[in-house]
């Protein structure tokens, strides 16, 4: 099944051009528009129907919340948007769409792509504050490596550790606050020998967003106004756009629940998705799972559910304890333990290292498909408004 | 052999005592351990191996203690100690591998870590005490452009002087395309520090604190340049003001962002670690990614908002921004390493070419679809005219630009029939030419639809006529005359010439009819000519109130039509007089040539008037 989705979407691109091109009457037009509707829904479904199964299948598939996972998702939103326009406006006569209720559900959804611009901003930003933290679990793992293992080398991993968690911890607890230009920077001098020294800044400044933006809120505006079309809505167009809506709604809380961007203190785990609709199911199942994690690193103050960062806080903290308790030699069976998690760690920065920058492009090329979605729409909706205006 | 040892021994011993005494100064303290150094490697010619190179590290071990008490203590020292440390691995790893190696191995990376923190503070202290910082203020730039925003209230846009952001900054730039960001004498410092840590495999925290902190810096410029950070959001419901002020900080900080500071940051990132192969790369990578990020995002945003069309010089200058800056970012940012950024870049450009174009297209149906509900008092120069016309002169200013950016496809057929006509003038014939052409056609078109309004059709004339004619002085007197060509001139002239004519056919005719006989025969009744005169000053009456009223605001063209009217109204009123001298009766002659003259005069000032019935005849 998951071999023929990618096959589907692309002959239904094909099909939906060729009948629209063929029927004339308006007539004959709207049966084939409600398949088309229909096609829309099945297949969202399906695609996060095989999001959700990849994960609870194969354990050497992409974990949820992993770089891999993330960017199958944002895949799956690309092929949604691609069929989404071709559904909602291609052959379509402009008119169509500017009457309502469509005159205010697609406002609505342009306005949902514009907080979801922002949010990809953030979390763009968001890893480069990931790679950063990487960086530090770099040097870790550059410390331990080499053998013998002595007390400089472990003195060395767990400043960096050290700095990596304390990171981790302010990550979340900063994300909101715009630092000014004055900052407090804890370089200890001679003295502070456990302390974090040098390294400069937790956040940097360049990686904030605007004062007082806060991607739990956006996402919140996003979701509150979501309401599925009822009666005989349901089977026109607003159908569409309420499966996109709660497409971006959906795929812009995983983002942010996964990557540590500006201000996610408030993040409801708890969205508005119809659980009566069969497409929702698979989403609705991803969401919950990923909330009950929410809830329980909520409390603890954790960095984000990036599935790597989760392996970095918790390899890094063994690593730490080891840290704490060791004295040149060490017992060798303790040290072959030690090994292998910094093998593990070494591991999870390799796949950041691979995986980071094309998340980021992926993210930047979902960031420039939504710009210009939102300008079609607009042109076309600014098209309806010159049609029915009186000519001067 | 032992004695002496055990002598040597004796005498480090008391040396360390007397060195790790408090009251001891800090050179009395170096001197004593460098003379136990000296004696230790004067045991070392006669001594076992490992012994020697177990005491050495020892010593250094007491070194780096020592030092690690004194606060005043600067890298130099550390430096040496590196080197010596670096010394003794080796040494070690030629051992044979045996618990005992294995312990001054760990031995000596334990004093190495010690050394390498000390370096990697200092390395911050150096970075944070010895940057270095710019006046971004002699860079301000001065746009005396007005902003060209449509409004009905239009008093005058006459003459405003419209001027390019000035091209002051760019001047500045090139001075200060040489900056030091940090003060030039700390480099060598930087650059032992980076090669000791380097060199003993410490090279990730080297760059981690030198990205953190240059990045640090790089920020502190945004605030200096007063960008700030804004939702994409936020800016789409900004107000045009606000936007355009901000509009103008992003130009100059795009400017001096890559021209000068990062030309100047990868200089020192190579100054520092261009002996490390591509590492300097990576590191300004880093350091510069996310602010220029931010920059280009901020110029999406500005992209992504409504064409209107104040906007298009604000894209037109931060096109001009993109381009001027081209050649520098593509030497700091090279694809292997920087694809994502060069890529942005690439997208922003197209994205603001885009948008150029759709503005302009949007200012041209803005003209077409202008709604004309009233007719414009008076017949003057609309204000949508004087709109279009400063506009489109303001325009002319990017010319280069706009050439490349608007083509042919954004014309229409009918002009390009036209360009056969044209002189072979490449200005004229540039498709920059084309759409301006194609702009005041549809503006014409357009004022036609307005002239409509008028009841009277003499008004729709002068109306006409005098949009016509402000077009042509416009050209004329600016830098439009190059794109519009002669033969347009030529054309336009012409027009306003033949609305002219219109009008007087109109307006007189009837009037003059009044002056003329329907037979030559020489008996005209004395009540006909009565009539005549009686109707003739009625009309003139009339057409006095109402063209008084009327407004031709070009002094010049005003009194060549009162110059024209006169030459029809005069002489055939004087004819008609004289001929019927010696019937007319005074009563039926309200005014005299003379006053005729005058009161032509007062035609189309602006302000109605009517005439009383002056008897101030002698």
Known sequence: MPATTENNQGSFLGRISIRRNQVMSMDGSHDQELEDLELFQKHVGDRFSELLSSTTDDPSNDALLSIGWLRRLLDELLCCEAEFKAVVMMGRDPSQIAKPPLDRLLPELLDRVVKSLDICNAVTLGIDAVRNLQRLAEIAVAALEPRPMGDGQVRRAKKALNSLVAAMMHEDRDCGSSKGTERSRSFGRRGNANKDRGGGTFRSLSWTMARNWSAAKQIHAMSSNLAAPRGAEATGLPSPIYIMSTVLVFVMWTLAAAIPCQERNGLGTHLPFPRQLSWAQPMISLQEKMAEEWKKKEKKGSVGLLEEMQKIEKVGQLLIDFAESFQFPGESERLEEIRGHVEELADI?????????????????????????RSEFLHVLDQAVKLSAPTV | ????????????????????????????????LDLEIQLSTINERKGSGIKQLERKLKCLEDKVMSLEKNDSVISSEYLKLVGEIQTLQQKFDSLNENWKQKELVQKSNEILQVVMLRLEEELVQILVNHKQYFEVDYMSFNSNRVDLVYDESFGSVEDERINKVSRSIDDSLSEASNIDLVNPSVVEDLKSIAKAMFGSNYQHEFCHVFISSRRDALDEYFVILEIERLSIENMLKMEWQSLNRMIKKWIRAMKFIVQAYLVGEKRLCKQILGDFGSVYQYCFSEISRSSVLHLLNFGEAIAMGTHTPEKLFCLLDMYEALEHVAVDKDFLFIEEIDSFVTREFHNLQRFIVETIKSTFLSFRNAIATNPSKKCFPCGGVHPLTKYVMNYINALVEYGDSLNLLVDETLTDQSDSNDENNYENSTVSCSPLACNLRLITTTLESNLCNKSKLYNDVALQHIFMMNNIHYMVQKVKSSNLCNFFGDLWLRRHVGMFQHYARSYEKVSWSSVLSFLRDESLSTCVTERKIKKKCKDFSAAFGEVYKTQTGWSVPDKELREDLQISVSQKVIPAYRSYTGRHSSKIDEKWIKYTVDDLQCYILDLFQGSSKSLHHSHHRK
């Open chain 2, 1 to 32: 052999m032992e004695e002496d040892q055990h002598m040597v021994s004796a005498a480090q011993h008391i040396l360390k005592a007397l060195a790790s005494s408090k009251t001891v100064s800090h050179e009395m303290r170096k001197t004593l």
């Open chain 1, 349 to 373: 920065c390799r796949k950041m290292d691979e995986g980071l920058e094309p998340l980021q492009l992926q993210i930047r090329e979902v960031f420039h498909r939504l710009v210009r979605t």
